[in-house]
């Protein structure tokens, strides 16, 4: 059974550091590109970031998040994370965990498995 388990969400303030996880099961994590998409409230769910398969891999950012956030992947431990810096309040949002199998690095809604998200709150 494929499961994208996320944690590290929470409530900030404009400035702050989040760190996200996502821990993977279920399926042959080395194969598949992973990413972070988000939703805010009252908005469609968009792309935040994607990594190919291999760690240390090719990553893609939204333009909203280039420069503040970094992800990166552990396959030996199944495992993707989402370093968010200086955060703004803007970035408040449900945050999914996405896996693809495939060697390219996927900027659109079309992943799939998901996660439940985690809800990550910034206050000015």
């Known amino acids: 059974q494929v499961q994208l388990v996320e944690s590290g969400g929470g409530s900030v303030q404009a400035g702050d550091s989040l760190r996200l996880s996502c821990a993977a099961s279920?399926?042959?994590?080395?194969?598949?590109?992973m990413a972070w998409f988000r939703r805010a409230p009252g908005k469609r769910r968009e792309f935040v970031a994607a990594?190919?398969?291999?760690?240390?891999?090719?990553?893609r950012y939204a333009d909203s998040v280039k420069g503040r956030f970094t992800i990166s992947r552990d396959n030996a431990k199944n495992m993707v994370y989402l370093q968010m810096n200086s955060l703004i309040p803007e970035d408040t949002a449900v945050f999914y965990c996405?896996?693809?199998?495939?060697?390219?690095?996927?900027?659109?809604?079309?992943?799939?498995?998901w996660g439940q998200g985690t809800q990550v709150t910034v206050s000015s």
């Open positions: 996405a896996a693809r199998e495939t060697w390219e690095v996927v900027t659109i809604d079309d992943y799939d498995h």
């Open positions: 990594i190919s398969r291999k760690q240390g891999g090719i990553t």
């Open positions: 279920g399926f042959t994590f080395d194969t598949h590109s």
